[in-house]
């Protein structure tokens, strides 16, 4: 959009000249509009319930979490349930992936589920993701932490299943609940469940 | 031309999905208003992640995407200059 309206000699305004300054005002106040709201509601947001605990299921959180983060977003990722897994210092560096009712998986379920088929599919997965360069679960910790994303772990399950708040990463967030990831989630922008 | 001549260098050869954006992310915070990034990445990816990025970043501005071979590997180079 041209901003050099110009303005005849004799400090005449044309109507084609009003109609430009009058089209450049709406633009403006538009533009003062978002802004306004912009520093009004501070940063967008993202809020993700993270449910799952398995190798597969672990990374598309922390994989959003920490893009979003880049991407400018405020960033909570709610653990419960098996998804505090990933959270736990030890239990996060043997997330397993289960062969059985994954039809993605080159094993039919009934050889699936015989004793340590899932030791084997994990093995292949985590090989995978070694030879495609694809970060570790911890590293994508480290990273989410780092770029300011709020990993919480819900206090419901860490008393369920009888954790305690030292076996969680440095930086994760403990002593929240349903109603504070409720409240996070209103204010979101977006809304995750995985 | 300012892509000759980046301020910085971003290296994640190596580095797949979604480490090219943090990285770029980090340094990009990190340069002075006017000067320009450039990243070399060799994920495939990383061409349509960095300029959806730099397209939805304040003050980003990608300049150029190039795509090379290096030791005969595919590199991916993206320039993004912070606004002044």
Request: glycine residues 8%.
């Amino acid at each position: 959009m041209s901003t050099d309206t110009t303005v005849s000699a004799g400090g005449e305004l044309s109507a084609e000249d009003v109609d430009a300054l009058a089209e450049r005002i709406d633009t403006l106040e538009a533009e003062l509009a978002d802004l306004r709201s912009d520093v009004e509601n501070g940063p967008k947001k993202m809020v993700i319930i993270a449910t799952k605990g398995t190798l597969d299921m672990a990374y598309p959180p922390l994989i959003l979490a920490s893009t979003a983060a880049a991407f400018g977003y405020q960033v909570t990722v709610f653990h419960t349930f098996w998804g505090l897994e990933i959270l736990h210092k030890q239990n996060s560096k043997n997330l397993k992936l289960s062969s059985v009712g994954n039809p993605n998986m080159p094993v039919p379920n009934v050889i699936a589920a015989l004793p340590g088929m899932d030791q084997m599919t994990t093995r292949m997965m985590q090989n995978k993701i070694a030879d495609n360069d694809v970060a570790s679960i911890e590293e994508l910790i480290e990273i989410s932490l780092e770029s300011g994303v709020d990993l919480q772990a819900c206090q419901m399950t860490i008393d369920l299943l009888g954790y305690d708040e030292a076996d969680f990463y440095d930086g994760v967030t403990t002593g929240v609940g349903a109603a504070s990831a409720f409240q996070e989630m209103v204010e979101a922008d977006i809304q995750l469940l995985v | 031309m300012s892509t000759e001549s980046p301020a910085e260098t971003v290296d994640v050869k190596g580095q797949n999905c979604p480490m090219p954006v943090i990285k770029t992310k980090g340094a990009f915070d990190a340069l002075a208003a006017g000067e320009t990034l450039e990243v070399v990445a060799t994920d495939s990816g990383s061409m349509s992640d960095i300029k959806g990025w730099a397209d939805s970043t304040d003050g980003a501005e990608l300049l150029s995407q190039e795509e090379a071979t290096e030791d005969g590997e595919a590199v991916y180079k993206h320039y993004i200059q912070k606004a002044e």
